[in-house]
């Protein structure tokens, strides 16, 4: 079942009103990352203004989801299987990708069966579990999002009504609109398999055989054909002997034939064909006497026969295979962040405030700095077929007109100087807790580094600059040099840099952004409407932090840890706990596949994985071993706790105390980044680029996917730069297009797990977020060459008028002086305007041919929407080349792979296409 978006609030309100001391408390699962981790906050804050008692468990993949499912969720069902009375069970971030019933609930077809054969009163009952999905990730499992075990009062076609009264359980899909705006192909097709029997071509082939005792007649099959569609009767008279005659497997072959007319008419009537009248009238001319004659009706058409029927239930069957294989095959990309789902909960019920809209904010900056995000963009485009908007810049827009609605400028920043270009760094006074729009440049942690280091640690800038080599550098020192900013002065903390300097410096930066390659560095100066401005909070005179930094110190917190067991102990805590079950391996669109077809098996599938090998050493888990996976989500979650909080270890205190841990982590991106690009290391394949890191200081740091996949973007962003620069805009040889430009995009990133021997592979694919344009060395030096040759002709026709302009004022003058008038003061202010209107034609020329160089010269670096196939493509390499592979990452991009099978592993991903 889903839920429509403008009825998140009704089933909350169905929550609040139901809900009693008796009931269990509210079971929230969650995923590890900083969308979802927003999204708890925001969900816990109401249910505690609620009073409505809960639970948060944190699960880092489909292992610890289904373990949660068998420890907490299974004992809450009623009836068999059960001795609870039923509850509620949200899962944020998570269980989108696959059918929740069965990971959670554990029931299987068996199960379902059994609750078909009960009566009436017991189906309407139900197992009593109601599971909330809240998930971003995409594709949906269409099993969550149509499917039902039972039919319910209140869903059409799974669509939850307005009168929809809970209690029974279910899997409820909260849906952000793509559903119902986007799905209803796919909704058909499911709708149409759902209720439509098995057919296969051995049923046709089957079909045409001859009964036994009949004798096959040449020539006959067409009109066995068109008999076929006779009674019984009819077919027994055909029949040589009545000893042939078997009444119960006649009976058994009408009962098997009932299902398929179901949505036939009945033996041959045929089915009304005008759209007036009685419809009745045409099942009362058929029992009619044939003798009758009934000269102004036209002739029947002729009934198709079974066969022809049998055929076109079986090409629409094909048809919708076809069309939910598309769907699953298309790839995965990501939609609303869930953080922006529960804000509009809280917005529908009447809660909105800035606490709420702060972990809003925080929560969609934080999918904006992943490269999943890139696939973030609508599919559809307007008719002059360019790229729709991304779907992150709305949200973003519509959280700027929540800022300004919800923190109104004071009468205190009001008379204060206004200087719109300068980023805030302290608050206005020691009570001010709002939030504000910030120009914030492309920087890292810029607030809590010295300037050098921010732009030194900034992926953006980074990889235009070429920072791996000492080249990069010096265009690095180059650039501040003309900006007015000294080497001593940019390695101050921000905070202690010159005052004019803080003041000026997006305005130092724009001003030479397009000769570094640097477009999009800083945003626009669009003061009014103030467009891909960034949000900044103050905590009183306590600190001052935007929303990416916030996000960045809490991504920091899950994948590396603690800063003082980090500044204490090895990076090996990046690690994840060794002694986690590793027994499940989610085939998961293989499955969903399955279940489509009907063959789904009665247990969870395991796919080979790395601990098919014996080699683990784990059979005896000690209690010892910390917990990273708990530990580290409620230290992030405690990070996240609002301003009020008087604890010294929550809030702001906790982000201030694990800056270092981010500085960290992107010094090594820096470190290990470089060293793949200097090295030379980033071989190309058919389909993708790969790296491997099998040493290095800060190997044991990126074993953490969510690391992991941060290096990726830094690499696969230094990469296509130095693509671009070198092709000047031309597409690779074979690359087909759109597609094959994304495809030389994707990225395949491996590190080495020495400890358990295998390898932490990503694959990122479709490209950079998009922002600003790389141009090639040839583009910037025509350009330079063009600005040159421009401003050489602004200067002649400059001198032109000015030798024009003193020739007319000489004649004037003379006129002037042989008629014995004075001189004229208003001719004087013509010539003056004249020679202002020359030169803003100029500046107008200047700007249009800047316009259409930029509409024409640099490489665009997304064309359009890319999906991430590597998930397919993971799941199609372990089915034909049986390599030892464990996914359970809710980001099916993301796999371990056995030491010894890497190389097969690789080469058999070379060959699929990883981009959709």
Known sequence: ?????????????????????????????????VDALCAVRILTALLKRDFIPHTVVPVSGYADLQDAGERLVQPLKRGAGGAGDGGRVVCIGCGGGVDLSELLLGLTEEDEAEQESLDLAAQQQGHGVEIWVIDARRPWNLENVFGNGFEAEG???????????????????????????????????????????????????????????????????????????????GKRKRSHSPDDHDPEAENSDVDDERPSRRRRSNSGTPIPSSPGGNPMSNQLAATASPSAPVPSSPPAPKAPSLKQQKKDLLRLRRRHEATLQKYYDSGSWTADPVSIMLYSLAEDLGRDDNELLWLAIVGVESVALSPFASSNTSKSSDEGGRRSANRLDIVKSLLRDEVRRLNPPSLHSQSQPDYPDTIPTQARSATDTSIRLSPEPRFLLIRH????????????????????????????????????????????????????????????????????????????????????????????????????????????????????????????????????????????????????????????????????????????????TPDYTTTRFFLALDSLSPSTASHTTAGLPALLHHLPVAQTLARAILRTGSHLISKKQIRHLRSFRMGVVREGPDLGLFVHPGALVKLGRWVGEAVGVLEAEKNGGRKREGGGGKKGEEEEEALVLAVLDEARGVYVVVGLGGGSDGVGRVRSRREIREREERRQRRGVEKAERKAERGRVREERRRLRQEMREANGDLESEDEDEEEEEEESSGSESDSSEDDSDEELEGEEGGVGRRKGPARNRFGQAFQEVVEETGARVRIDSFEHSVVEVRKEDLAGFLEGLSLKSVVG
């Open 449 to 624: 580094w010295s300037l050098y280091d921010s732009m030194l640690h900034s992926t953006y800038l980074s990889t235009r600059l070429h920072i791996w080599s000492e080249s990069g550098r010096k265009r690095l020192h180059k650039l501040l040099a003309k900006m007015g900013i000294s080497l001593s002065e940019a390695q101050k903390g921000y905070v202690h840099l010159d005052l004019e300097i803080k003041r000026s410096l997006n305005q130092r930066l724009s001003r030479f952004a397009e000769q570094y390659n640097l477009d999009g560095l800083v945003p626009g100066t669009d003061y009014e409407g103030k467009t891909a401005w960034g949000f900044v909070r103050s905590w009183g005179w306590r600190g001052t932090l935007s929303a990416v930094d916030v996000a960045t110190v809490v991504s920091a917190i899950l994948e590396v840890g603690p800063s003082e067991h980090f500044a204490s102990s090895d990076l090996t805590l990046g690690k994840y706990d060794p002694n986690r079950r590793e027994t499940f391996s989610a085939s998961l669109l293989h499955r969903t596949r399955q279940a489509q077809q009907g063959t789904t098996p009665s247990g969870l599938p395991s796919p080979p994985h790395s601990s098919d090998d014996n080699n683990n050493n784990h059979t005896n888990p000690s209690d010892e």
């Open 1 to 33: 079942m889903y839920l429509p978006r403008q009825q998140l609030s009704n089933l909350y309100t169905h929550l609040t009103s139901t809900h009693n001391a008796t009931n269990p408390p509210l079971l929230i699962l969650t995923a590890l990352t």
């Open 155 to 233: 869903v059409k076609e799974g669509r939850i009504l307005e009168h929809y009264q809970g209690g029974r359980g279910g899997v409820i899909v909260w849906d952000d609109g793509d559903i119902e705006r986007e799905m209803d192909e796919v909704k058909e097709a499911w709708m149409g398999l759902r209720d439509m029997p098995e057919i296969t071509e051995d049923d046709i082939a089957l079909g045409n055989a001859p009964e036994d005792g009949e004798d096959a007649v040449p020539g006959d099959d067409e009109r066995a054909d068109d008999a076929e569609l006779s009674s019984s009767q």
